[in-house]
């Protein structure tokens, strides 16, 4: 060791150093050579594959206009804007619209839907009141049976980066955006070959004499670089590496690819944790319209953008985005790509973005109960990245004006039925689900009373007791059975029941009073307890776990006697399910969010069609039906009748839980089933039943909404008989001096202890018999 | 600006990297802007084929508030058209004289359509011209035409959406999905329609007829 120390001591330097710096440079150059391979192939095969993580895109149902559909003027001047139409004086290019009396026109955008292109085209429509009254449009302005118009985009499943973008083709990129980046980013942009040393010595004067950077040096290739590999640090090699990769860029790619890229690449805004890159997309953003329909002022605006997204964001610092936008249409006169008189045109506009209090804060804060229904759904097909990744469109059924309306109310209707909360206590929470009554499609959602507002989805999530809102089952299977008819007398008086190794179960009225013998319809009305476990033990607790399967229901149910009062655990979307086949006459349709996927570019992908399957039979569900709207009419929901004169007859059932810790109520219109519940997220009782309180906020959101009323007539086996109005349970006690009229089964009449129909003529029976009392 | 002090090693640097890159100069440049649709990771699983029970017995009801079609008069035996529609069959244009539906770039050739049923023609009714269902019901012919089912039972539960007790509709959605072959979702809208049907005793024969046909085949 020492020894070879030494020797290399006494070796003179003048013999070893120009050796050593030959090798040197040899390795030096085949190391620099090896990088810049590297370089250049990663810059290839980056460039070459670029492909953007795009954000699913989720829309709203569509507006259809046809005669007779319900819009009013005000209803499609909101939707118009939420699609950010421009109000002007005259409708020439798509996406503009008029409104003069009670008559809008409109030149609409066109859309590509799963079913197919709605173009874009012009469209008069008149109003009388809430309905459309006349639709006319196109070149001739002839009548139109139907006009589709663009969704609301309600939603993006975002990749993690957080990058949001519109990719678009150099093509659909106006000629004059184009103009101005090159104008002010980087003008000898066709010329250089991905660096300009020109362009560095020309802005250098350029910033000397300003006395500030107003020029920058690094060409569009540059920057390009620079966002996509925006998280490396800039040091030296970075520098270096960051031109290399520039020259190799400009060598191996068309000028057009690289400002393509550039286009869509480019970071110009950021909303929350959203980030807005690309000029399509920014167009969206800042003021609510595509790129095409922007003008020459606008354009440069956003041209004057990547130099400083946030600084010059014309939302919050208009003036200074002004300024630039000025700059930049007067670097743009310099060069010759505009005339003089565009510049004063342009110069001068005023400034008019979308304003972050508008229409964009609501699309921010979203319909976030909905959403998280619509990723569960496409869970089932899909894998969370295809949707962060994919760019998918996905179309759902949300109806964006009665999402809001039903909004509208909610809040304030919760707070008029919440008890005082006491100190440290959580506030009345509350979860609505509203379907069509027909489809099963779920047109609104709130997962809490603020719906606006992220956080624990009761809607979907909390699953809890459903008290009396099970009694539909245990009553239709009654029904079906054949064995009960509306007048079945039912023994409201004490039970007790042991299940075997239990404690002895003896369950009580709500009002703990007995109301003896009573008629089956009037126990369902009245939501008598012991006489629905009276009826249930009759048919047997298998038959009513086998109907709510049936229903819908996707879970088996305990078979233990409290079932029948709702010892049955349900999230209020599977409540909606249930009460969905009922309102649909016995036919369950899966309640869907999601109607349809296509790719980005619109071809189809997956449609999720209605399905429907019949259940139970038409003429059970009509008499199960009369003592459902007799909730309404007599029952424990007549406090509401008032308020919904205009609506009635409807069906419905309240349902309170043990200690009153969870307050529902579920009915239905022709049109719409709509479930509400209200509860504690701690379980701690709210003071409130099924009448008390979630009929009151159903009422307030369906008066809202204005509910169709239930209009449902009888299958060929129903006729109508006389009763006795007190119920009885021998002939000898039958008392036909007062009578009520009820549905039947023609094979299922009452029996002869309550049958008030002898008493009548041979004519009355006839007459009975066609007399439809709804 | 910061960069000025390197462009001497980077004007060597380019000299080195012409050298570097020319072996590739043959590879042709590729359009990155095109390539984002390359890629499909979608996994698409079609959830169709629900299973269910045997035909309930079914019964008619009076027939609810219908907003169309107006029926002109009763449908007799020469209202029924072939299911196969002629090959001349004309394009479905609105009233502004563009096409309706026009074809996609991208979509696949249209198979031709299975006909699984040569002697079962479609029951057609007439309709009220210019009406919403009407048009939409134009469009499901057209979309038939084509083969086209899935995007003929899209349009179907369109006009369902405006009309949502109409027993046409529901029959004619019945059709589609029998055509498609889905014979139980076939029987479950046949039900659907003849609880719609009311005292329209030709639909409900004709309603009648399809759900034993898809009862039969899918047995």
Not at chain 1, 731 to 752: A, H, K, M, N, V
């Amino acid at each position: 060791m020492s020894t070879t120390r030494q020797s290399r001591k006494t070796q003179p330097k003048t013999r070893w150093w120009p050796k050593l710096m030959r090798r040197l440079f040899l390795w030096g150059t085949v190391v620099v050579a090896l990088w810049c391979v590297w370089i250049d192939y990663q810059i290839r095969s980056d460039f070459k594959s670029l492909q953007w993580a795009l954000p699913a895109r989720v829309y709203a149902r569509p507006v259809e206009l046809y005669v007779g559909a319900e819009q009013s003027v005000t209803q499609l001047t909101d939707y118009l804007q939420r699609l950010g139409y421009a109000r002007s004086a005259r409708v020439s290019n798509p996406g503009e619209y008029m409104v003069e009396g009670s008559r809008i026109m409109m030149r609409t955008r066109g859309f590509d839907f799963w079913d197919g292109e709605e173009p874009s085209t012009y469209v008069e429509v008149d109003f009388s009141g809430n309905s459309v009254r006349a639709l006319r449009g196109g070149q001739m302005n002839r009548e139109l049976a139907i006009v589709r118009m663009d969704p609301i985009e309600i939603g993006q499943i975002n990749p993690e980066t957080g990058e949001d973008r519109v990719p678009v083709p150099l093509e659909e990129i106006p000629q004059a955006l184009k103009d101005a980046v090159i104008a002010v980013e980087d003008q000898r942009f066709y010329d250089h070959f991905g660096v300009d040393p020109i362009g560095i010595a020309r802005a250098m004067v350029a910033n000397v004499r300003a006395g500030e950077i107003v020029q920058g040096g690094s060409t569009l290739t540059q920057q390009l670089i620079k966002n996509l590999y925006l998280n490396r640090d800039q040091t030296l090699r970075r520098k270096i590496e960051e031109a290399l990769m520039a020259l190799s860029l400009d060598f191996h790619f068309s000028k057009d690819d690289i400002l393509a890229a550039y286009m869509n690449e480019i970071f110009l805004g950021q909303q929350g944790n959203r980030a807005i890159h690309g000029f399509a997309l920014a167009s969206e953003f800042y003021f609510g319209r595509p790129l095409s329909e922007l003008d020459l002022d606008e354009l440069a605006l956003l041209a004057g953008l990547p130099r400083g997204a946030s600084y010059y964001n014309p939302q919050r610092n208009p003036e200074r985005a002004t300024i630039r936008r000025n700059v930049v249409l007067a670097r743009m006169l310099d060069l010759g790509y505009i005339t003089k008189a565009q510049y004063d045109v342009a110069s001068t506009a005023r400034l008019e973005v979308v304003t972050p209090s508008s229409s964009q804060q609501r699309s921010t804060r979203g319909y976030p109960a909905f959403m998280e229904l619509v990723f569960r759904d496409l869970s089932r097909d899909y894998d969370a990245n295809a949707l962060r990744t994919e760019g998918l469109r996905i179309f759902t059924t949300l109806d964006v004006a009665m999402q809001n309306s039903m909004e509208s109310v909610l809040a304030n209707s919760v707070a008029s039925v919440e008890r005082p909360v006491p100190e440290g206590g959580t506030p009345l929470e509350a979860a609505v689900v509203i379907t069509d009554a027909s489809t099963g499609e779920v047109r609104a959602l709130a997962g809490g009373r603020r719906s606006g507002f992220a956080g624990f989805n009761r809607a979907l999530n909390a699953v809890r007791p459903i008290g009396s809102l099970v009694k539909p089952a245990v009553y239709l299977a009654a029904l079906e059975s054949r064995q009960f008819t509306l007048a079945s007398v039912l023994a409201d008086s004490p039970i007790e029941l042991t299940i075997q190794g239990g404690e002895p179960w003896a369950p009580r009225n709500y009002d703990d009073k007995m109301y003896g013998d009573v008629y089956l319809y009037d126990a369902l009305e009245r939501s008598m307890n012991l006489a629905t476990v009276d009826l249930g033990m009759q048919v047997g607790l298998d038959k009513v776990d086998e109907m709510l399967t049936r229903l819908g229901h996707p879970r088996s149910v305990p078979e233990y006697p409290s079932m029948l009062l709702g010892a049955v655990d349900m999230a209020p979307v599977e409540v909606a399910q249930l009460y969905q086949t009922l309102a649909a006459n016995g036919f369950r349709s899966p309640l869907r969010a999601v109607e349809a996927v296509t790719s980005g570019d619109g071809s189809p992908l997956e449609r999720y069609g209605i399905a429907t399957e019949q259940v139970a039979d038409p003429a059970s569900i009509f008499l199960l039906e009369y003592a459902m709207q007799g909730v309404f009419e007599r029952g424990t929901a007549r406090t509401s009748a008032g308020r919904l004169v205009r609506n009635l007859p409807l069906a419905g059932k309240t349902g309170t839980t043990n200690d009153m810790r969870d307050s529902w109520f579920a009915g239905y219109g022709n049109d719409l089933v709509g479930v509400v519940w209200l509860g504690h997220d701690d379980n701690r009782d709210t003071g409130l039943t099924g009448a008390t309180g979630a009929l009151r906020v159903w009422t307030d959101i369906m008066t809202e909404l204005d509910i169709q009323p239930r209009r449902n007539p009888p299958p060929q086996e129903i006729t109508w008989q006389r009763v006795a109005l007190q119920a009885s349970r021998s002939p000898e006690s039958r008392d036909c001096r007062t009578t009520q009229s009820l549905p039947f089964r023609t094979d299922g009449l009452p029996d002869i202890a309550v049958d008030c129909e002898d008493n009548g003529s041979v004519f009355d029976r006839f007459f009975d018999r066609f007399r439809d009392r709804r | 600006m910061q960069l000025h002090g390197q462009r001497l090693v980077l004007t060597l640097a380019l000299v080195t990297l012409n050298a570097c890159s020319a072996n590739y100069m043959s590879r042709g440049i590729p359009a990155p802007i095109e390539s984002r649709d390359g890629s499909s990771t979608v996994t698409t699983t079609p959830r169709m084929g629900r299973v269910m029970p045997g035909p309930a017995p079914t019964t008619s009801q009076e027939p609810a508030a219908r907003t169309f079609p107006a029926q002109t008069g009763v449908p007799g035996i020469d209202d029924v058209t072939p299911a196969t529609p002629p090959a001349t069959y004309p394009p479905v244009t609105s009233s502004t004289g563009q096409p309706v539906y026009s074809p996609r770039d991208s979509a696949p050739p249209a198979p031709v359509p299975q006909d699984t049923r040569p002697s079962n023609p479609v029951y057609t009714q007439p309709q009220e011209a210019g009406t919403p269902a009407s048009a939409l019901l134009a469009s499901v012919d057209a979309a038939i035409a084509e083969g086209e089912l899935e995007r003929a039972a899209a349009l179907a539960e369109r006009a369902l959406r405006i009309s949502p007790r109409d027993a046409y509709l529901w029959y004619r959605l019945a059709d589609i999905r029998y055509q498609q072959q889905r014979y139980t979702d076939a029987a479950g809208f046949a039900q659907r329609a003849l609880s719609f049907a009311g005292s329209d005793r030709e639909l409900t024969r004709e309603i009648n007829a399809l759900l034993g046909r898809s009862n039969d085949a899918a047995r």
